[in-house]
């Protein structure tokens, strides 16, 4: 099962924004940071990994979840560790940053790596 990338939705637009196909947004920004470790194109992003908005997400969690920011992260129970794996009912969890443009973190080139690393090693090929 690929690896589900959960965020939450941008209260100022109705677009999906984790979509990597939308410039500026955190999906794309998420896109940008494996591409420039791996080179993964867009189309083998979006097959490598499913995406999915907190306030429509209907399904039950499993698998392995890449967890975007604290507001995610309080509703689905873990604790605040960022990229190590936390699993809980036989969820893998890795939390990270909201990628969104106002936060610092991915200011740091090494954070960026960081998080570019944790996602090539949940990818699951062939995309």
């Given amino acids: 099962m690929r690896p589900l990338i959960l965020g939450h939705q941008n209260p100022h637009d109705d677009l999906p924004d ?5 410039p500026g947004t955190s999906g794309w920004r998420l896109w940008k ?4 470790r791996t080179g993964i194109s867009m189309a083998e992003y979006e097959r490598a990994f499913r995406f999915n908005n907190l306030e429509n997400h ?3 969690i499993e698998g392995v ?3 975007l920011g604290d507001h995610v992260r309080r509703a689905v129970g873990i604790d605040k560790i960022l990229i190590h794996p936390q699993v809980v ?3 893998e969890f890795r939390l990270i940053p909201h990628p969104s443009g106002r936060c610092l973190f991915y200011n740091e080139p090494l ?3 960081l998080v ?3 996602l090539e090693d949940l990818m699951e090929g062939p995309w």
Avoid at 18 to 22: K, T
Avoid at 33 to 36: C, D
């Fill in 58 to 60: 209907t399904s039950v």
């Fill in 18 to 22: 984790l979509s990597p196909r939308r």
């Fill in 33 to 36: 940071m494996l591409n420039g």
């Fill in 111 to 113: 954070n960026r790596e």
């Fill in 65 to 67: 979840v890449v967890v």
């Fill in 89 to 91: 009912n036989g969820v």
């Fill in 116 to 118: 570019a690393m944790m």
